[in-house]
């Protein structure tokens, strides 16, 4: 069995920081992309950003210059960073990651079941 499972979310006044982390464990014969999104109270899931195995990033235009996606050296874990937190952020953040399994010919899709961040003073 594959999965991903996130932590650091929090509650964190305005202009504050968090680091989220997701760690994937199983049976991976290996990762494509990985990346985070988030959803807010009452609003559809988004892109927050995405990073390749080769290290590519991009960033939705609400946090570029904020946050920051990263990898281990194992890219069996991905990290967002989140620096001059503002409430708009506030969401459910999901860990997003494209699996190979031991045993499999094909990439699939997983979520992590998600994180709370709520930004507020």
């Known amino acids: 069995q594959v999965q991903l499972v996130e932590s650091g979310g929090g509650l964190v006044q305005p202009g504050g920081s968090l680091r989220l982390s997701c760690a994937a464990s199983?049976?991976?014969?290996?990762?494509?992309?990985m990346g985070w999104y988030r959803q807010p109270p009452g609003k559809a899931r988004e892109l927050v950003a995405r990073i390749t195995r080769d290290g590519i990033t991009n960033y939705a235009d609400s946090v570029k210059d904020r946050f920051t996606i990263s990898t281990d050296n194992p890219k069996s874990s991905v990290y967002l960073q989140m620096n001059s937190l503002k409430p708009e952020d506030t969401a459910v953040y999901y860990c997003t990651a494209q699996i190979r399994r031991i045993g499999s010919d094909y990439y699939t899709y997983l979520w992590g079941q998600g994180t709370q961040v709520t930004v507020s003073s």
């Open positions: 199983g049976s991976i014969f290996s990762i494509n992309d």
